[in-house]
Nanobody, 119 residues
Framework: QVQLVESGGGLVQPGGSLRLSCAAS???????MGWHRQAPGKQRELVAG???????NYEDSVKGRFTISRDNAKNTVYLQMINLKPEDTAVYYC??????????????WGQGTQVTVSS
């Protein structure tokens, strides 16, 4: 198992920036990583993902504004967010996932960090 701890959330004005960090308890090199978010009354959604090989994908509404990256040497994944909008307000969760020897997907989650975009 891997434990994940997010940090970097907070209150920011519209148009502002934040960088979220996700620190893992062990090497993340074997995991695909992702950032998800959940707003009140809504389902959790994938915001950005990065594979073990470094390939990335983004939810349409954040393309061009959010950038996911990983530093395997530091066991850390980042989400750089610019031009934040009120609709980005949510709890942001870090996810690590991989398939085990039985080809069963295993997911690990952090506790979440609150991002609030408001004037």
């Amino acid at each position: 198992q891997v434990q994940l701890v997010e940090s970097g959330g907070g209150l920011v004005q519209p148009g502002g920036s934040l960088r979220l960090s996700c620190a893992a308890s062990k090497s993340i090199s074997i995991y695909d990583m992702g950032w998800h978010r959940q707003a009140p009354g809504k389902q959790r959604e994938l915001v950005a993902g990065i594979t073990r090989g470094g390939g990335t994908n983004y939810e349409d509404s954040v393309k061009g504004r959010f950038t996911i990256s990983r530093d395997n040497a530091k066991n850390t994944v980042y989400l750089q967010m610019i031009n934040l909008k009120p609709e980005d307000t949510a709890v942001y969760y870090c996810n690590a996932n991989r398939r085990d020897v039985m080809n069963i997907r295993r997911d690990y989650w952090g506790q979440g960090t609150q991002v609030t975009v408001s004037s």
